[in-house]
């Protein structure tokens, strides 16, 4: 068999269309892999999961002092770790890093995730990428507001459950 009889010029188009579907396909998966990287290198999980911690131990607060003030009753530290772990299972990172990396890989060029990269790495913006670099953090708040609005819709939240455990609390005490 020659060369000529493998790539006849009916095979030609078939190939080349999937050249072009795959290429694409690579393209993405590499700004994918871009993304995650960037959200490793920023720590941005750590922070995650000390901000929820923190917001977990405000709404534990709230509460408190809410049923305190009503009925001079202190919420059991049962209820509270319930609520905490209402917090810290909802808002876990791993259920929103895909989700994140994916808007990060779609509303950001190679070069831009590359860049972010390089900055968070080194903490430094090579002079010629200075203005591509402003463009970039002109467009941050756009991108935060993609990530903020995709955790909302990814979760229900807690202050249902929150709400019926103090509720079914102050009943049983008879409040």
Known sequence: MSENEIFTPGLA??????IVCLLPAESHAD????AYRLLRITEVAR??????????????????????????????????QQISNCYLQTYAWEKFEPGIAAIFAEHLSEAELKLMIDFFSDKSVP???????????????AIEQLAIDYMFSQTEGCDEQNVNLILKFLSDQGS
């Open 127 to 141: 002079p010629p990428m200075i203005g591509q670099f402003k463009e970039l953090i002109a467009r941050a708040d």
């Open 13 to 18: 188009p078939l190939l080349l269309v999937l």
């Open 31 to 34: 700004k994918l892999n871009q």
């Open 47 to 80: 922070e995650f999961e000390q901000a929820t911690f923190q917001q977990a131990r405000n709404v534990i607060r709230t509460y408190s002092s809410i049923v305190a003030m009503s009925t001079d009753q202190q919420l059991p530290n049962s209820i509270k």
